[in-house]
């Protein structure tokens, strides 16, 4: 019974976390920043496949499971990111499965406080010694990387889900070539929403050891992959158990990102649209003189509620005080965003 007085305990601690459907007429709150999913297109993507492929894959690649579409969907971003992809169910598995096979004792792990929950826990399998800075503070970055020892990996995210933020580009740029330490990106909230499919690293001239692409945002379905040179390829291939003992995606998934990332510059118009959605709340929040954070992808935080519009209320210890975080997407229309804006200002003034 001291189990069940330990976790009621606990319970009384922790706040609520409610399963939420995706919010009908207006969605500020999921992450289909190119709505794809609300325009339809992944549906009828799906529905263009034969029925071979609609199933579960049965096992893990490694245990009968394995089908072409994995290997054409590997195959695909290979050669249109320059490395070798290695598939996983999700970005999830991907993180918390990574570091127990790629660092070993005696290395260094510098990594930014505010990554994803999957990435702190994943380093707590690693036997590395790994250290945390405050969000985007070069400076004390810097610090950890004049004291690290052995293999030493610098870890951020291109886009910060509880942030909204990037880190600065120049900043890492310089920490990688001054120190000759392994930078390993995490891309989940930018995969597909720059021209052409191209990744943020690429975008800003930077050179990641990993990169960590993810198919569950902008992509529309789920899954993951992580880019890496032929031999690191290989090698998490054989020893990284999130993809050797994890049931594989279903082959219809794996189909369907791959058409997704064949059309890649099909969606120019709508990572257009989205990235002038950005800029267009930021300036009308700014106008209007409600807080906010981020904005420098198609996510912000806000201290108020937006009246009559659902937006997903976050509370410690995701973030460090309340907030309600909201994402953009490309099928937003001005009056969305001036709805919004009246809503967030309603909001404010009942507070």
Not at 44 to 56: H, N, S, T, V
Not at 181 to 193: G, Q, V
Not at 277 to 284: C, E, G, M, N, Q
Request: net charge neutral; glycine share 6%.
């Amino acid at each position: 019974m001291r189990l069940f007085e330990r976790i009621e305990a606990q319970l009384e601690k922790l706040p609520e976390r409610p399963f939420w459907p995706r919010p009908s007429p207006l969605d500020f709150t999921t992450n289909d920043y190119l709505a794809l999913q609300a325009d339809g297109i992944i549906a009828e993507i799906l529905r263009g496949f034969p029925a071979e492929l609609w199933r579960g894959s049965g096992a893990s690649r490694y245990l009968g499971g394995d089908h072409p579409a994995y290997h054409h969907l590997e195959n695909l971003l290979h050669e249109k990111y320059g490395q070798p992809a290695l598939l996983f169910p999700s970005g999830f598995v991907a993180n918390i499965t990574l570091w127990e096979a790629l660092a070993q004792r005696g290395d260094t792990i510098i990594y930014d406080r505010e990554v994803h929950a999957s990435i702190r826990q994943g380093l707590r399998l690693s036997l590395a010694q790994a250290w945390g800075f405050p969000h985007n503070d070069w400076e004390a970055a810097e610090k950890l990387l004049r004291q690290a020892r052995g293999e030493t990996f610098l870890v951020v995210e291109s886009l910060y889900s509880m942030r909204g933020d990037m880190p600065d580009p120049e900043a890492l740029r310089y920490l990688q070539a001054r120190y000759e330490c392994h930078l390993i990106l995490d891309e989940a909230h930018t995969t597909l929403i720059y021209p052409d499919g191209e990744t943020w690293a690429h975008h800003h001239g930077l050179n990641p050891l990993l990169t960590l692409i993810t198919f569950g945002k902008a992509v529309g379905l789920m899954g993951a992959a992580l880019l890496a040179p032929p031999l690191l390829h290989t090698y998490l291939q054989r020893r990284c158990i999130g993809t050797i003992y994890s049931t594989a995606l279903p082959p219809l998934i794996a189909a369907a990102v791959a058409q997704v990332f064949a059309q890649a510059r099909a969606w120019l118009p709508r990572q257009t649209q989205l990235w002038q959605t950005v800029a267009l709340l930021r300036k009308r929040l700014s106008a209007e003189g409600i807080p906010f954070l981020g904005l420098q992808g198609p996510i912000a935080m806000v201290k108020t509620p937006a009246a009559g519009i659902p937006l997903k209320r976050l509370s410690p210890p995701t973030v460090p005080e309340p907030m309600y975080r909201l994402s953009l997407h490309a099928n937003h229309t001005q009056q969305d965003i001036e709805t919004l804006v009246r809503a967030l200002k309603v909001g404010m003034n009942q507070l």
